[in-house]
């Protein structure tokens, strides 16, 4: 899935290994874990972290912006280090389970594009919950009881847009989508929107449990839609023999993907006629011998 790190054990090892920096924020972030974990003051883990990002001017290219962004972030994570309840481990997900009460709403929806669009959305709404549960545990009220579990996806920016859109298979990114457009597209009563600063979208169709109708495990680009969609119509979609890739099938018993087909038949005729040009050439000596003893 685009935009969103669902493992930041293997994000860390990138970053101190390979020194690949997929998204700057976030990489602070894991910094820190790190230095926090390997028991930094928090005068030691400042300058580690100011130097990580000196250190990385093509990815922080305005030094002074992000030393801010860091500051706040350090200064976040010791107020939770004294209140006892900084987490320092790195987030894993490993699945996500999707409710039949959720599909059911979702399906209510008008058009398959509607329908694929809500159900990537409640994907990330998913993670996000996860992942915010998991660094700062559940929400409690003034009383110290559990608060209702919110689903939101948030900083809704283009690439956000872009992203969901590119996972839902949906055609309309050229058309430049905008937070208002899919705010429309989806029922009101699914979905409330907050528009300001951070163009927030809270799903209302999410629900805390419930009848599990699948589990996602593979979170790889593009394959999360292929589990709600085969879900909702398991003869018309399978997998690939040859690539392992997930599409709509054309035929009943098509085994093979568009690409993996078309590169299939081309060897299966090579083959062929090399067989081919075998038999001949087998053919050819004994045709020779047999002229020779009629001589
Ligand atoms: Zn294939």
Same mark, same amino acid.
């Given at each position: 899935m685009r935009k969103v790190n669902l493992n930041e054990k293997e994000a860390l090892e990138n970053i101190l290994t /390979? /020194?690949?920096?997929?998204s700057p924020a976030e990489a602070i972030e894991l910094m820190m874990k790190y230095y926090i974990q390997k028991g930094l003051d928090r005068d030691d883990l400042e300058e580690e972290i100011f130097n990580f990002i000196n250190s990385h001017e093509d990815v922080y290219s305005n030094y002074d912006w992000w030393s801010e962004f860091a500051s706040k972030k350090i200064n976040k994570a010791f107020s939770l280090i004294d209140n006892g309840t900084y987490n320092a481990n790195l987030f894993t997900l490993d699945k996500v389970e999707v409710y039949k009460e959720e599909i059911e709403t979702i399906n209510c929806l008008e058009t398959d594009e509607l329908r694929n669009l809500a159900f990537i959305m409640l994907v990330y709404a998913k993670i996000n919950t996860m992942k915010r549960e998991f660094k700062i545990g559940r929400q409690i009220d003034e009383k110290g009881n559990l608060k209702d579990r919110e689903y939101w996806i948030s900083n809704l920016d283009t690439d956000c847009i872009t992203a969901i859109f590119t996972e839902a298979g949906s055609k309309r990114l050229a058309l430049e989508p905008r937070m208002k457009e899919l705010v429309e597209i989806i029922k009101h009563d699914m979905i409330e929107p907050r528009?300001?600063? /951070?163009n927030n979208l809270k799903l209302l169709y999410v629900k805390d449990e419930g009848e599990v109708a699948f589990t996602i495990k593979d979170f790889s680009d593009d394959t999360v839609i292929f589990n709600y969609l085969l879900y909702c119509y398991p003869n018309a979609y399978t997998k690939c023999e040859k690539c392992g890739k997930y599409f709509k099938k054309q035929k009943k018993n098509q085994m093979y993907c568009f690409s993996c087909g078309h590169t299939k038949q081309l060897t299966d005729r090579q083959l062929e006629a090399k067989q081919k040009e075998k038999t001949k050439q087998k053919a050819k000596p004994a045709l020779l011998k047999g002229k020779g003893k009629r001589k």
């Open positions: /390979n /020194n690949v920096i997929e528009c300001g600063k /951070n």
